[in-house]
């Protein structure tokens, strides 16, 4: 399963068409002679569960998909089913957990249903590169993006060997374009992946059409790099036309529209128009916490927005309120040496020099530091911005930093200290 076979079709009446797969599963599963059920008898009740799990992933209704993904992959066990519906089982159920950020459970589940394809298939089979897909999302999500890179790679190989070039090449390779991308981005190589982003956009287009919903998505995509890069005005009218189309697909309050709504509101803020972005930011956490819950990683992805927002605009007991928020979801959901939770602590970091809490902002700062030291490259962009806020925080402080900074010298680890050296050059 594709995240792209999922939006490939109509999503419009999405809701509808769950209720009915829902009163045919319940009336078929009517008791009949024997006292076995119609789907039970046939075997079919397995691939039912399945259909109706990704209906509700189409729709982002992933609370729903669960159970049913989980369900079937009950039955697919204990009734002996072939390989290949138990894999995809395995593989749908590790989908589903990935959208919930139960990365742990989703790469268990990716696994099995990975090593059983490789078992059942041949060794470059386009299959076993959907799976990789599946599985480099999840490493991403754990920061891990050598590994995201590495099984990204394999599938990509894969892929170009047996899709030539034909009037479906498009359509299957342009999601393949889109994850390298989000790869890059996530490693802070915005040029490279600004190329593969165009790549994809020629790709979706000719492959899905311009107002198709994966178009749309790639749209809000390349739209976010551009707010990266601060070019503000080339990302307004990609993201305004990702959101009509979003709109269309999924109506004007869907906890879909939140990414595209993050984008908008870092427009606003670029341009001072801090209300506007606050109630955009305002909007997209009420539906995600609605939704996905308020320990998800999009609500804490969210209120760091909103606390950089509240820092840039000078309310800053609104700011604290969220910074320290937004590091608690994200610590409890990601684990604090996530490359995410380390940029919510830079928030927090900044807002405490602010209001003049040194010794705290430069905990925060160190933790951050050591965290992305690990994870990122020493040029990435978020590693120089937490060395910007180590260089303000010294700036602001001046002496006050000396005694704790001596007596943390001796509990300082190696990066931590190769860190220290950047942040005396930042100085400067």
Not at 72 to 81: G, P, Q, S, Y
Not at 122 to 131: K, N
Not at 192 to 211: H, I, M, S, V
Not at 304 to 314: D, M, Q
Request: with cysteine; glycine share 6%; hydrophobic share 40%.
């Amino acid at each position: 399963m594709t995240r792209a076979g999922l939006l490939s079709s109509n999503l419009r009446d999405v809701k509808s068409l769950a209720r009915v797969l829902v009163c045919g599963l319940v009336l078929l599963n009517v008791s009949v002679a024997g006292g076995k059920s119609y789907l039970s008898k046939k075997g079919h009740l397995g691939r039912a569960l399945r259909s109706m799990a990704r209906v509700y992933l189409a729709y982002g209704d992933y609370a729903k998909a669960q159970p049913l993904a989980e369900q079937a992959l009950t039955l697919a066990r204990t009734k002996n089913a072939s390989n290949p519906e138990l894999c995809l089982c395995l593989i749908d159920l590790a989908y589903v957990y990935d959208k919930q950020c139960r990365l742990s459970e989703a790469e268990q589940m990716c696994k099995l249903g990975l090593r059983l394809q490789e078992k059942i298939y041949y060794e470059e089979h386009p299959h076993i590169a959907y799976t990789l897909r599946i599985l480099s999302s999840i490493y991403q999500g754990q920061g891990r993006y050598q590994d995201a890179q590495s099984v990204l790679e394999r599938a990509m190989a894969i892929m170009q060997k047996f899709h030539l070039p034909d009037e479906q090449h498009d359509r299957i390779m342009a999601p393949f374009h889109v994850d390298i991308a989000k790869l890059l981005v996530a490693q802070g190589n915005f040029q490279d992946a600004e190329a593969y982003y165009q790549q994809a956009l020629a790709l979706t287009n000719n492959g899905f059409g311009p107002n198709h919903l994966y178009t749309a998505e790639v749209l809000g995509s390349v739209a976010r790099l551009y707010t990266l890069r601060g070019r503000y005005v080339e990302a307004e009218p990609l993201i305004n036309r990702a959101l009509v189309i979003q709109e269309k697909v999924y109506g004007p309050g869907h906890h879909l529209l939140a990414p595209a709504w993050m984008t908008m509101a870092r427009i606003c803020q670029a341009r001072k128009d801090y209300a506007e972005a606050e109630k955009l930011l305002q909007r997209a956490l009420l539906v995600v916490q609605d939704k996905l819950g308020s320990g998800h990683p999009l609500t804490g992805k969210i209120l760091t927005f909103l606390g950089e927002l509240y820092i840039a605009n000078g309310k800053y007991t609104d700011a604290e309120r969220v910074c320290q928020e937004a590091v608690k979801v994200l610590e409890s959901s990601l684990g604090p040496d996530n490359d995410r939770t380390a940029m919510a602590f830079n928030n927090l970091a900044r807002l405490y020099i602010h209001q003049e809490k040194y010794p705290e902002a430069q905990d925060l700062c160190l933790r951050a530091l050591n965290t992305l030291d690990g994870i990122l490259d020493r040029n990435h962009p978020n590693v120089k911005e937490v060395l910007a806020t180590m260089a303000q925080l010294h700036q602001k402080a001046g002496n006050v930093l000396k005694v704790a900074k001596s007596q943390q010298t001796e509990k300082i680890s190696a990066p931590a200290q190769v860190t220290h050296e950047s942040i005396a050059k930042a100085t400067e």
